[in-house]
Structure formats: structure tokens, C-alpha cells
């Protein structure tokens, strides 16, 4: 089955600085990646998605970039804010079936 | 108008109880999901249903029963509670099933087993 790894676990940046977060998965078969943001007690909410016919995504402050050959793809947020602090997942769809990474504790400094 | 709602939204119970979680979305999909937060916050599914099919079961406990009485509808029924079983569990859904589909969350709920 798919297997989805996530780093860092944990990220402080300062208001302004730049924020990248890294995936790799198992499963060529893979199609479909999002990623999805978490506040404390919330439900996840996806901010931005890619598929695999696509190398790179970007809506406003967030980019995403897919390397297939090398089976990893990460989310880039530029300008961070506040608000931009939360729980960041990543996933695969595999078969029908999203895996998860473990999440990434974003954390913005003003 | 909210999109994928659960009841309850937190449930505290003792070791041993049977309980059931309910799931309701009105965005007319027809895929709808159960997934298992931990206290680590992972996110694993465990079931998935497409137009009333189970289609995903991954390794889950038998006491663990889904339910999905129309598209719009997805329970889950727990026997035997067991101290391990408290997490957030969140119910999602997705316009289908097997493609690049987004899934939508429901609020979660959080379960306490004593």
C-alpha cells in the first residue's frame, strides 16, 4: 500500500519568511495530492491540490510542486502570517484511498 | 447550510459501552468516508462507502461497524469500548470515488473512553 512521509514534523518561521514543507510517497500509482491545513480543534481543509499531470500549482501565497520521478512533492507558503499557523497534512490517493503524512506543526513568530 | 455535519460532536463514555456516531452531508456526493485522528493527530481511514457500497475497509477492528442508509448518510456503530479507541473521528465526503476527488470534512467527533 501507499506510504506517505512528512518533514519536518515541527517549523518556526518569523512573520514574512518563507515556509516548506516535504512529501515523499511509495505508490507510482499515485494520482492525486493535496494538502490540507488544520487549526487547533478544527476540521482539516484542503488549501491547495495537484495531480500527478501537473509539475507545479500556485494560489496566491501557496505553491505546490510535484516531482514524480523522484516520488516527492512539497507545499511552499511565501509572506507567512499569523494565520498561517496550523497542523499541515499532506496526502496521496492511492486506489481510491488518501494516505496521510504524519502532519507538520507550522508555527508563525510575528 | 452546512456542507458534511457529525452528532455528537463530543462523546464521553465508559470502557465496555456501545455508541454510535452519525453523519450527515448535503452536497449530493456520492462517496462518503471515516477516518481516525489519534492523540499524534495521524490521520488514517477506515471506511469508505461509494452510493451506499463499502469499498474501503481497512484494518479495523470488527467492533468497528459502518452504516450507510442512503448517499447521504454514513454511521458508525463501536461495541466494547475500549481505551484505545478514543481519538476524533472524522466523517468526509467526495463528489466520487478512485480519482483526483477533493474530500470534504466533517467537524469531527471527539471520543473519550474512561
Known amino acids: 500500500g501507499e506510504n506517505v512521509e512528512q518533514h519536518p514534523s515541527t517549523l518556526s518561521v518569523q512573520e514574512g519568511d518563507s515556509a516548506v514543507i516535504k512529501c515523499t510517497y511509495s505508490?507510482?500509482?499515485?494520482?492525486?495530492f493535496p494538502w490540507y491545513k488544520q487549526e487547533l480543534g478544527k476540521r482539516p481543509q484542503l488549501i491547495i491540490d495537484?495531480?500527478?499531470?501537473?509539475g507545479e500549482k500556485k494560489d496566491q501565497r501557496i505553491a505546490v510542486t510535484l516531482n514524480k520521478t523522484a516520488k516527492h512533492f512539497s507545499l511552499h507558503i511565501t509572506e507567512t502570517q499569523p494565520e498561517d499557523s496550523a497542523v499541515y497534512f499532506c496526502?496521496?490517493?492511492?486506489?481510491?484511498?488518501?494516505?496521510f503524512g504524519a502532519g507538520t506543526q507550522v508555527v508563525v513568530t510575528p | 447550510d452546512t456542507a458534511v455535519s457529525q452528532t455528537p460532536k463530543y462523546l464521553v463514555t465508559q470502557m465496555g459501552n456501545d455508541k454510535s456516531i452519525k453523519c450527515e452531508q448535503n452536497?449530493?456526493?456520492?462517496?462518503m468516508y471515516w477516518y481516525k485522528q489519534d492523540s499524534k493527530k495521524f490521520l488514517k481511514i477506515m471506511f469508505s462507502?461509494?452510493?451506499?457500497?463499502?469499498?474501503i475497509n481497512e484494518t479495523v477492528p470488527n467492533r468497528f461497524s459502518p452504516k450507510s442508509p442512503d448517499k447521504a448518510h454514513l454511521n458508525l456503530h463501536i461495541n466494547s469500548l475500549e481505551l484505545g479507541d478514543s481519538a476524533v473521528y472524522f466523517c468526509?465526503?467526495?463528489?466520487?470515488?478512485?480519482?483526483?476527488?477533493?474530500?470534504?470534512f466533517g467537524p469531527g467527533t471527539r471520543l473519550t473512553v474512561t
Open positions: 468526509a465526503s467526495s463528489q466520487g470515488w478512485g480519482a483526483a476527488y477533493e474530500q470534504y
Open positions: 505508490d507510482s500509482a499515485s494520482n492525486y
Open positions: 495537484i495531480r500527478s499531470n501537473v
Open positions: 496526502a496521496a490517493n492511492s486506489w481510491g484511498k488518501l494516505q
Open positions: 452536497l449530493g456526493h456520492d462517496t
Open positions: 462507502y461509494n452510493n451506499k457500497e463499502l469499498i
